[in-house]
């Protein structure tokens, strides 16, 4: 009897704890059938800060971002730039004199995933749990902190 209580009790924690420790993974993607196979921190900085802007193939990268307050967004930066999001405005005021533009601004994960599988050269991040058949992963990216996101 209390095998059977316990049970789908275990199930639920279990179930909560696999969404949880999935969200601390961060994934760069790019669309399944980029050639590009692989990244490195550095390049990944350089795609995002508009220093490289073209991939192997010539064509230019489209990297995005999600919304400046989202947790993902401020989890990325600091990890790829040891920065905030905040913090970078000024970098972008400065570019943006120069005739460049900070890298385009999406709502969500989903719409990070849309994005990118439909955009030849288009570079983004999600959350592990996202990741799906239209995507192919260039980077992992793990955290000390935990992130606070629940997986769909």
């Not at 909560?16 to 760069?28: R, Y």
């Not at 601004?105 to 983004?124: H, K």
Request: aromatic content about 12%; charged content about 20%; proline content about 6%.
């Amino acid at each position: 009897m209390i095998k059977q209580l316990l049970h789908p009790f275990f199930i639920i924690v279990l179930l909560g704890f696999n969404a949880t420790s999935l969200a601390d993974k961060i994934l760069v993607i790019v669309a399944k059938n980029s050639p590009v196979a692989k990244l490195t921190r550095q390049q990944l900085e350089n795609i995002y800060r508009k220093k490289t802007i073209l991939n192997p193939n010539n064509k230019r990268w489209i990297p995005l971002n999600l919304l400046i307050d989202d947790q993902l967004r401020q989890a990325f930066s600091k990890k790829i730039f040891n920065q905030h999001p905040e913090e970078m405005e000024s970098f972008w005021n400065i570019q943006y004199f120069n005739g460049i533009t900070p890298p385009y601004v999406v709502s969500s994960n989903e719409a990070v995933l849309r994005f990118v599988s439909s955009t030849p050269n288009a570079i983004g991040y999600i959350y592990n749990c996202y990741l799906d058949k239209r995507v192919r992963v260039l980077i992992r990216l793990n955290f000390r902190n935990k992130l606070t996101h629940s997986c769909p």
